[in-house]
């Protein structure tokens, strides 16, 4: 990873980490009113990904989506605004936090049915395939994504039409409090993909600098026509599954399983290897775009009476 | 509100919704103990909103069961299990979900005792709750009851206070065939007298909830509480309403509808729902076919558009009290002024006291 | 036996509906290279009863393809592909199959542009074909068109003739939504005169078949062709019947059934599908809605049940022009005694030639 | 084997192979209107497995289950008259072919919907390990049906179960007219089955004597509580899909890649191991048995009026 690469991707895991934690701070004032579903403590998969993802390429995820849309280039101001619901939003105030999305930086918007969008995104790939080959699609998910039945149906199709598909599970142990051996017999996501036909690589500490490895080892591959592959990033949750808060006495799990994690936060591993003057700087850039996206949600207009009914058809 | 019914002899007390749904299944599962609980979530700490608060700990995790993120699948599991002879309650925490179990659903369950020339019952219970506000937004809103009313082999019920909640559960459980049970987040919190001891609400019956000869206005699920405001607000401006509760929405109690259009003339159907092909088309049908006079038909519900998740966009999207009354008025009162209430009197309780965001 | 709408000026010869729906494909392939063609079998020998013959040698694999049997997936496929601008039209060999596709076509299809704030267009069609007849049976036969109907966002069409079945699929395939055409398998031997040259039958503009001032009826797929046969019946015992097709179901142009009715007072709505929460109930309700006299209303469709296998059963489960006349007549001569035509006049050929068993 | 279950064995295979023959023979006649897909080629996988399941023990099956049906103990003049679309018939008239089932026999009716029955029979399998341990449910479907999200969806639960169920996969290769390679990129389905934690066997010749071996073999480890288990028989369709005749001539596959399955026709592998004049004491009684369920069908009344709105609801 080259300096600047290095920055980048400090820049962006900051970024969404304080964009986050600031969506958590403003929630109790019930400004936002929209289920935010924060990536806090794994925004980091995101991150790496998309930094070797290039302009063209497609990702698109679930309702925990805030970190791919700022990992793939998104405007600030215009997610701020959409979780206030105003009409300068990236989907009008027609999506909330759940349903961001941005055709300008290619990223579809966010489907909150879980697993929804893994089949979508193989059909741009199957398009990029056919009318822009080298580019990508790439789908975001969570663990218990992958137990529907839609994920396997399409790793087959996607294997079997080689398509230029990059699927990323974000493994956090959890879909919202059932652990993954409530729900799994086999805790090993990779194998399945590799049943049909699709390479799999495990990030099991999810350590930022592997997975930055892996995914753009794996984008090469895919850009020069390898067929899909599969990437699962074991991470953990900081927050609750929907909301500001911690949950840790809330029973399911403990504030003990989260330790190591949380020791190991990757914002801080980047951190480290940045010149403290130089992150002061970004810091503070960060700071400065975030009041200003706030500033911008609170400020900017509601939606004017009939914007209810446009756009149900093109 | 809810009139005694069946239960009126019985000892009852304030209970509400979410309470009566987890009390008709306790009581139930204590009763029988082929019935069990299984689907996402449900023996969690949040335990769907807490309507499956304690079941795991009473009747263990054999009865009590989370399951994979398999909708499709899970409710095949379900069918199986009752056809072997069990009383599965399937659980999703919002309906939207179901529209990944329509083919296990409307190709299997509805049709398995038909097709299999009557050899077995699918004594089936699908428990779905309606989600609203707070940016719940298109995918966590939707009340789809009308695509299961539509495929015969299906019984459908939208209970719309806690007293149906915990009759129409009873009946589901104990009924024979597959049944959809339409519930409304937003009702959980609400109250109402509700007997201790097991009763059930059975298929067949709409409730009569206030008498008027001006309209008759029909409630589906929710819409029941408001048009109940809304007739409120039009007995001040001298229209009575008449508003009728289908409580189970297939089988339809068409003809307690029909008798009081006979009477009022006038119908306004209000509905937690898309319009087109829906329940409240059924029911306009449904009387137009019936009706020896000329009625006056009108329905409303969700916009035609998906739900949007900004909440000055969403106000214009459901049904209100509001709206409902203005639209009573106009068919009550053709050719006068429209008229249409003072929007604070609109405001119901378990409306704005619902905090999001699920 | 169609109008000739908007093609009267142009060249026309017989050609048969599924010959209709594969001309239409490949003049809307040869026009744009983004149109493509998937589903089950496509490209297999029997084409889809021939519906596909031929794509695959002319435009190669690359547009017209088999897919795996994952009916789920493969929708979110096409949605994908229609978003990043291509045209898919994705092909079900039953309309049956479609409710294991109904998520991706309910909650992504439908609100993809909405939801993401109009940023999208999901230019998609649905190809499904609904069987009938030869022991198809429960699951293999039914209209679903009204559960797509339900949900803004979707566009639906059933085009009841080969001129219909080529101006609609074009019509559809140059549209910008997601539409579901579906087709009805008996109709596929059916002729009428087709344009050569590309035409669209856009939505929007229901189609008067026949002339009358005694009773409108509705028909929707190949229930147009058993109006038509029934309407044919009536008026050799006096009843003229106003048959319409409203060709596409949604949007549906209700103005024109409005005006027929607001002659005839009378309508008769005959569904291939059933009638609860249907197509039939909806227009029913539309014009309760908006009639400003007395309408005497009925519809008719599938029976309340499944779909049996046993011909004797299945006789009595469609509607035909039998029981279409009859239903007229009970409309339009109230008090006098029942009549319905002699069976031997209600064979229609493509009912009678077809055979099955798919 | 002893020789009573070979005896049996054959008793069973060839049964159902002549009835399918004389279904064939008949269909032109339009007297069974109902879609046949007959099992001609494949019956042996339903025989071998359902000799190792008893009394109490649960199957199902796609359109193509008369096999399953007969092997199960299904009253062949009842199926007769469902093809017929008799009252008599074992689904009154109402399923016909692609329905066929008996409660009397522990057979669920089948489904025409490709592998719809999959997870019904999970269902099935989850009562009879809390009701009836020991007992277990076996499900049959095509190398099409493990397409469909809900075969995967079904495996990942009942491994985690550890549910009485038996999943038998007769691959034969095609469905409809699509080979197995225009619809997957690995051909192995045993794999996924084991990354999903249900072991899986292949019997790659669908020999008739391994396959009755390994299903015994799971059925007795499953009856035991082992868990659910995935069985694999490779094996050919000699008819077309759906009818009575023969399809080579028809470009999507030939004569040659049938001859090897054709030569080593299980039944006659079966046969050649009987007495014969066991054999043809056999043989007449089975065509005995078929000539009157074929007079039964035929004299059965037909439904009376009024049965087409009855069973909708219990
Ligand atoms: C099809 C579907 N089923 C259930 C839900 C309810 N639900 C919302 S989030 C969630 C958990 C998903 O877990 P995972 O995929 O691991 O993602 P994570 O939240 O951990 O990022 C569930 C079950 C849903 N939104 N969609
Ligand atoms: C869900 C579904 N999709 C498509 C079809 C159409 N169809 C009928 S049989 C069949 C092939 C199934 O192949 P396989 O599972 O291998 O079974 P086989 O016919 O070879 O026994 C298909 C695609 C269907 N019946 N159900
Ligand atoms: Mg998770
Ligand atoms: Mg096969």
């Known amino acids: 990873m080259t300096e600047d690469q290095l920055i980048d991707l400090y820049r962006t895991v900051r970024r969404i980490r304080r964009v986050e934690e600031v969506t958590a701070e403003i929630y109790p004032s019930d400004k936002i009113k929209s289920p935010v579903h924060l990536a806090i403590g794994q925004e980091h998969v995101a991150a790496a990904v998309c930094a070797a993802l290039a302009e063209g390429d497609i990702v698109g995820g679930s309702y925990r989506s805030h970190a791919v849309y700022l990992a793939k280039g998104g405007d600030l101001a215009a997610m701020m605004a959409e979780m206030y619901g105003k009409d300068a939003g990236c989907c009008r105030g027609k999506g909330g936090s759940m349903h961001i999305g941005s055709a300008a930086v290619g990223m579809v918007g966010s489907s909150a049915v879980v697993a929804t969008q893994i089949p ?81 690589h495990r990030v099991a500490d999810g350590d930022v600098f592997s997975l930055a490895r892996v995914a753009a080892a794996a984008v090469a591959r895919i850009r020069a026509g390898g067929g899909p592959e599969f990437i699962e990033a074991r991470v953990y949750r900081w927050r609750e599954h929907v909301g500001p808060n911690e949950d840790f006495e809330q029973g399911y799990r403990s504030r003990e399983e989260a330790a190591p994690w949380m020791e190991t936060d990757q914002l801080v591993r980047l951190a480290e290897r940045v010149d403290p003057g130089r992150r002061a700087v970004i810091d503070a850039e960060i700071e400065a775009e975030i009041a200003a996206a706030v500033a911008f949600a609170e400020a900017a207009p509601v939606p004017p009476v009939g914007e209810l009914r446009s756009d149900v058809y093109a | 509100m809810p009139d005694a019914g069946k239960s009126d002899m019985v000892e009852a007390r304030p209970l509400r919704y979410v309470d009566a749904l987890r009390e008709a299944v306790a009581q139930e599962m204590e009763r029988d103990p082929d019935v069990f609980v299984f689907g996402l979530d449900v023996d969690d700490h949040k335990a769907i909103q807490g309507s499956t608060r304690g079941l795991l700990e009473r009747f263990g ?27 599965p309650i399937h659980v999703h925490i919002r309906m939207d979900f179901m529209l990944l179990a329509m083919n296990q659903l409307a190709n299997i369950a509805a ?81 109402a007298a509700v007997p201790t001891a097991p009763f059930t ?85 449904a009387i137009a076919e019936r009706a020896e006079r000329a009625v006056q038909m009108r329905r409303i519900g969700f916009a035609p558009t998906p739900c949007p998740t900004s909440p000055w966009l969403e106000a214009e999207f459901y049904p209100n009290p509001g709206t409902i009354a203005a639209a009573a008025w106009d068919l009550a009162r053709p050719g006068e002024p429209a008229w249409s209430p003072d929007p604070e009197e609109t405001r119901l309780a378990y409306q704005t006291q619902f905090k999001g965001p699920f």
Request: glycine share 10%; hydrophobic share 45%.
């Open chain 1, 120 to 200: 979508v995104l193989a059909g741009w790939a199957l398009a990029l395939k056919r009318r822009a080959p080298g580019r990508l699609a790439a789908a975001f998910f969570g663990d218990g994504a992958t137990e529907e039945g839609c994920f396997y149906e399409t790793l087959n199709f996607a294997a079997l039409h080689r398509l230029p598909l990059l699927l990323v599970c974000e493994n956090n142990g959890y879909a919202i409090h059932e652990p993954l051996t409530r729900r799994r017999a086999i805790d090993d996501l990779g194998t399945v993909a590799e049943s049909l036909g699709v390479p799999a």
């Open chain 2, 201 to 285: 609400v059975e298929p067949g019956r709409a409730r009569v909830c206030t008498a008027g000869d001006d309209i008759t206005i029909v409630g589906v699920s929710n819409m029941v509480q408001e048009a109940i405001r809304a007739a409120e607000l039009l007995g001040k401006v001298g229209v009575a309403a008449e508003v009728i509760d289908p409580i189970w929405l297939s089988p339809l109690d068409i003809d307690t509808i029909l008798a009081s259009v006979k009477r009022t003339g006038r119908l306004l159907v209000v509905d937690n729902g898309w319009t087109m092909c829906g329940a409240a088309a059924e029911i306009l049908a």
């Open chain 2, 61 to 87: 995790p054999e009865r009590v069961f989370t399951t994979p993120l398999s909708e499709d699948a899970m409710t095949g599991v379900a069918i199986g299990a009752a056809m072997a002879g069990m009383r």
């Open chain 2, 111 to 191: 049709k398995a005792r038909y097709m299999w020339g009557g050899q077995w019952r699918v004594p089936l219970v699908v428990r779905a709750m309606v989600g609203k506000s707070w940016g719940q937004g298109a995918q966590h809103s939707q009340g789809l009851h009308s695509l299961f009313m539509h495929f015969p082999g299906l019984k459908v019920v939208a209970p719309s206070n806690a007293h149906d909640a915990k009759g129409c559960l009873i009946a589901a459980i104990r009924d024979d065939n597959p049944v959809v049970v339409m519930e409304h987040r937003l009702l959980y919190g609400t109250e």
